[in-house]
């Protein structure tokens, strides 16, 4: 049984950094993309970013991008999102997903990913 578990969580003050960790257990991730999505009160689950795990191509959501990076550690299956000069409007729970290499969706298709951990809140205050 294939397990996600995020962690890393917390409270920053705005312009502050957190990295969160995704472990994964019950399967080798070599034919996956795993992905960081986030859901703030009264919002739908957005996208936030993507890798592939064999190539480590990566893919960002606009906000995001140079502030956040998505990496992975192929030798002990954790997924991370380290994230930099948090704002207010990032404040959500945090969520890792995975689905397959060759799907054909978009990366940002929350319905294309089959697995998806518990969630890990972030606050950043202003």
């Known amino acids: 049984q294939v397990q996600l578990v995020e962690s890393g969580g917390g409270v920053v003050q705005a312009g502050g950094s957190l990295r969160l960790s995704c472990a994964v257990s019950?399967?080798?991730?070599?034919?996956?993309?795993m992905g960081w999505f986030r859901q703030a009160p009264g919002q739908e689950r957005g996208f936030v970013a993507a890798?592939?795990?064999?190539?480590?191509?990566?893919v960002y959501t606009p906000s995001v991008k140079d502030r956040f990076i998505i990496s992975r550690d192929n030798a002990e299956n954790i997924l991370y999102l380290q994230m930099s000069n948090l704002k207010p409007e990032d404040t959500a729970v945090y969520y890792c997903?995975?689905?397959?290499?060759?799907?054909?969706?978009?990366?940002?298709?929350?319905?294309?990913?089959?697995?998806w951990g518990q969630g890990t809140q972030v606050t950043v205050s202003s």
């Open positions: 997903a995975a689905r397959s290499e060759v799907s054909s969706a978009a990366y940002s298709t929350a319905g294309s990913y089959f697995d």
């Open positions: 019950g399967h080798t991730l070599h034919s996956w993309t």
């Open positions: 890798i592939t795990w064999n190539s480590g191509n990566t």
